[in-house]
């Protein structure tokens, strides 16, 4: 059973940083899964953060590119993001979420097959 957990949300003033983990479990051979951030704000639909392959297979919204970095430790199956200069509209609940994309799809794919519960953050200004 494929299970996602997130943690590190939390409240931070604009400005400030912080780092989203997700935990995977039950997804064999961890270093061929796409893996993504998503967030949803209240009353909007959900939008997508961040995602990777590996290292060199990365693709960003551009709200948060040169702010965030998505990261992946293939030895402890954990997915990060690490979110610096905090903005009030990167309020939102964030997502991680992992498929079987290809690498040549990764950057932009929409379609994921297995998410997390959700961790918030919540940005004061």
């Known amino acids: 059973q494929v299970q996602l957990v997130e943690s590190g949300g939390g409240s931070v003033q604009a400005g400030g940083s912080l780092r989203l983990s997700c935990a995977a479990s039950?997804?064999?051979?961890?270093?061929?899964?796409?893996m993504g951030w998503f967030r949803q704000a209240p009353g909007k639909e959900r939008e997508a953060v961040a995602s990777?392959?590996?290292?060199?297979?990365?693709g960003y919204a551009d709200s948060v590119k040169g702010r965030f970095t998505i990261s992946k430790d293939n030895a402890k199956n954990t997915l990060y993001l690490q979110m610096n200069s905090l903005q009030p509209e990167d309020t939102a609940m964030y997502y991680c979420?992992?498929?079987?994309?290809?690498?040549?799809?990764?950057?932009?794919?929409?379609?994921?097959?297995?998410w997390g519960q959700g961790t918030q953050v919540t940005v004061s200004s």
């Open positions: 979420a992992a498929d079987r994309a290809p690498r040549w799809a990764c950057s932009r794919y929409r379609g994921f097959e297995f």
């Open positions: 990777i392959y590996s290292t060199d297979s990365t």
């Open positions: 039950g997804l064999p051979y961890y270093s061929t899964y796409c």
